[in-house]
């Protein structure tokens, strides 16, 4: 079975600050995928990054970038010089590839942050 | 950009009514999902389908649930008799095939289940 263990249920920061979300996992899945989505109040799930488990660069995209420590099995998600519009709920989730194609994600419980102007 | 689209936005039904909710996934997408998220809560996977079957399935996924692709764009969840307990925020997703492309699940703006 998998699972993600997001500990911070909210974050305060400070508009342009550096933010970073803290995801661990666990599964025994030799190859998995993880995955960040943001939801905003408006409740819809947007992709923002993604990290395979046998990539050897930590992925980034914009803003975006996932610090990846395979060994720790944690994927904490940074997200440099916040802004107003990063307050959302933030969910880490991972994809095992034990089904083929079509594995269910596995979410976390989600970190609510809010930017502070 | 190509996107997810989900009909209807909101539904309201009685308990014990049949509910409907359609889908229409990325068009070169081959793999299909459901998932749901009770308010307040994570989101919790539901169903998988690809090449007209289900793939995988959650043990939330239970008899009263079932998944169709009537046409070549649609992709529907149908609650047979809803609990209150079926109240909840439904979101369809898709994603191309692994291994070999990107396996990245994009959401559509999902449909807000209301029974009363």
């Known amino acids: 079975a998998q699972k993600i263990t997001q500990t911070q249920p909210g974050m305060f920061v400070q508009e342009k600050e550096a933010v970073t979300l803290d995801c661990t996992y666990d599964t025994s899945d030799p190859s998995y995928g993880l995955f960040w989505y943001k939801q905003p109040s408006s409740g819809e799930m947007i992709f923002l990054i993604y990290q395979g488990s046998y990539d050897q660069q930590n992925a980034t995209e914009g803003r975006y970038s996932l610090n990846f420590q395979k060994a720790r099995k944690s994927a904490n998600l940074v997200i440099s010089a916040s802004q107003l519009g990063d307050s959302a709920m933030y969910f880490c989730a991972m994809r095992g590839h034990s089904g083929g194609g079509a594995d269910g994600l596995t979410f976390g419980k989600g970190t609510h942050l809010i930017i502070q102007p | 950009e190509p996107e997810v689209t989900q009909t209807p936005s909101h539904q309201v039904t009685q308990m014990g009514q049949e509910v409907i909710l359609r889908c229409v996934p990325i068009?070169?997408?081959?793999?299909f999902y459901w998932y749901r998220q009770i308010l307040g809560q994570k989101v919790e996977f539901l169903v998988s389908?690809?090449?007209?079957?289900?793939?995988?399935k959650s043990e939330i996924f239970d008899d009263q649930f079932s998944v169709e692709r009537p046409d070549g764009s649609n992709f529907t969840l149908k609650i047979r008799s809803t609990k209150l307990e079926d109240s909840a925020m439904y979101f369809c997703?898709?994603?191309?095939?692994?291994?070999?492309?990107?396996?990245?699940?994009?959401f559509g703006p999902g449909t807000r289940l209301l029974v009363l």
């Open positions: 068009s070169n997408h081959l793999y």
């Open positions: 389908f690809y090449n007209n079957e289900i793939s995988e």
């Open positions: 997703a898709s994603s191309q095939p692994y291994p070999g492309t990107e396996e990245t699940q994009y």
